[in-house]
């Protein structure tokens, strides 16, 4: 995991010792830019993930780690925000740091941007959610722990030898996440920001917490590609040191941030569901008398959450759901219109060409 592509770069040394598929994880509602679920089938899973740049000529390298497996994969940042699965709003059924160990990310979480730089980190819970953007040259550390798996951790301080560790148990990270199994449904995350000894820059826009973190998934990263005797020990050292770092005072302040969902998300959530079961052809009379609201006001929520109107909202859907049929079936482009309700071709045309890029002609034949 150097810097300069020694270690997790180096692809044939990589592909000596990765798998060719990923078992650890399933997605549920995989189609859904709303309800996307991600499923975790390990106790833990660790992915690095690294682009080089915003342009669709950079590229990305994802690893990602578990005691079972693990696999590499390299492909363009275009192809990335077209195909890649984690690139979209998702749920998880487990916890997941979000640890930026160089450049800054935008982490969009309930529909809200929050900028994360080098040595910074968020901790999401099982009901958030959110999603990833990189807009330039970064690399991220995601480290997923399942609910049994954190509270195995947590409880090996009972009988630890030294009172030290014992301290946990007053952080706000332990109590966040207890509070999360004792209580599930709360949609909050914590927020890691460097204190400012720790935030002060050293080298470009490296600091001593992201190169201390940075350090400490190296060794994750070797051991889990290289286990040898006790490696199960030290995995779950190294990931204890990564909570102790992370909620030590001296070295993050740690705020946690709870979201109250309102009437106003709710029904934006209901929406979108369906929206998303009529491909987006669903009238505002027909919302009315589904939701029970009046065309204003689901108009005006509907630009609150999603900063369009309503029938723009809807198309996008409807867009969505015509560009997957002329990848996955052979229904002639006329059809595809008719079935998504347009009786005017040529506005179909227009609208497909205005949201990507090329004619619906020109789309089968750069996917198919």
Same mark, same amino acid.
């Given at each position: *995991? ?9 692809? $044939? ?5 990765l ?22 089938n390990?106790?833990?899973q660790?992915?690095?993930?690294? #682009? ?17 497996? +693990? ?6 940042? @275009? ?10 709003p998702?749920f ?14 935008? =982490? ?26 990189? =807009? $330039? =040259? ?21 009988? @630890?030898f ?10 706000? &990270? ?7 199994l004792?209580? +599930?449904? !709360? ?16 080298? #470009? ?5 992201? +190169?201390? &973190?940075?350090? *400490? %998934? !190296? ?11 006790g ?7 190294l &990931?204890?040191?990564f ?12 705020t ?12 934006? $959530? ?5 929206? !998303? ?7 505002r ?5 589904q ?5 204003d ?8 959450? %999603? ?15 015509? +560009? ?6 052979e ?18 045309? %227009?609208?497909?060409? !205005? ?8 789309y089968?034949? &750069?996917?198919?």
């Amino acid at each position: *995991m150097e810097k300069n592509g020694n270690y997790v770069n180096n692809t $044939s040394e990589m592909q000596k010792v990765l798998d060719s598929s990923d078992s650890s994880i399933n997605v549920r509602n995989g189609d859904s830019d709303f309800s996307r679920f991600y499923h975790m089938n390990v106790p833990f899973q660790v992915t690095l993930e690294y #682009c080089d740049g915003p342009e669709p000529e950079d590229y990305v390298n994802v690893v990602t780690l578990s005691f079972e497996k +693990a696999v590499f994969y390299q492909e363009s940042l @275009a192809m990335k925000n077209y195909s890649y699965t984690k690139n979209a709003p998702h749920f998880h059924d487990f916890f997941e740091f979000v640890i930026v160990l160089e450049g800054t990310i935008v =982490q969009k979480i309930e529909g809200k941007d929050y900028l994360y730089p080098a040595g910074s980190c968020c901790l999401i819970n099982r009901n958030l959610r959110h999603m990833e953007r990189y =807009q $330039s =040259q970064c690399r991220v550390l995601y480290i997923g722990l399942s609910p049994g798996f954190v509270t195995e951790l947590f409880a090996s301080a009972q009988n @630890a030898f030294f009172a030290g560790e014992k301290q946990i148990y007053d952080s706000t &990270l332990y109590h966040f996440i207890t509070t999360d199994l004792e209580i +599930a449904g !709360e949609r909050a995350y914590l927020d890691f920001i460097p204190t400012y000894q720790n935030h002060r820059c050293v080298a #470009c826009q490296n600091h001593p917490s992201a +190169a201390h &973190l940075y350090s *400490m %998934a !190296e060794d994750l990263i070797r051991t889990l590609l290289y286990p040898g005797f006790g490696a199960s020990y030290q995995i779950r050292g190294l &990931l204890c040191a990564f909570i102790s770092v992370l909620s030590s005072q001296a070295h993050y302040h740690c705020t946690s941030i709870q979201l109250d969902t309102n009437s106003d998300f709710l029904l934006f $959530s209901r929406i979108t569901r369906l929206f !998303e079961e009529s491909d987006g052809r669903m009238t505002r009379t027909e919302m009315e008398q589904q939701l029970h609201y009046s065309g204003d006001y689901l108009n005006r929520i509907v630009n609150k959450f %999603a900063d369009m109107c309503f029938f723009d909202y809807g198309m996008t859907f409807c867009l969505k759901k015509a +560009a997957e049929c002329l990848t996955e079936t052979e229904e002639s482009i006329s059809a595809i219109a008719a079935r998504l309700k347009f009786t005017n071709r040529t506005h179909f045309y %227009a609208l497909f060409k !205005e949201k990507y890029g090329v004619t619906p002609k020109e789309y089968r034949k &750069l996917h198919s």
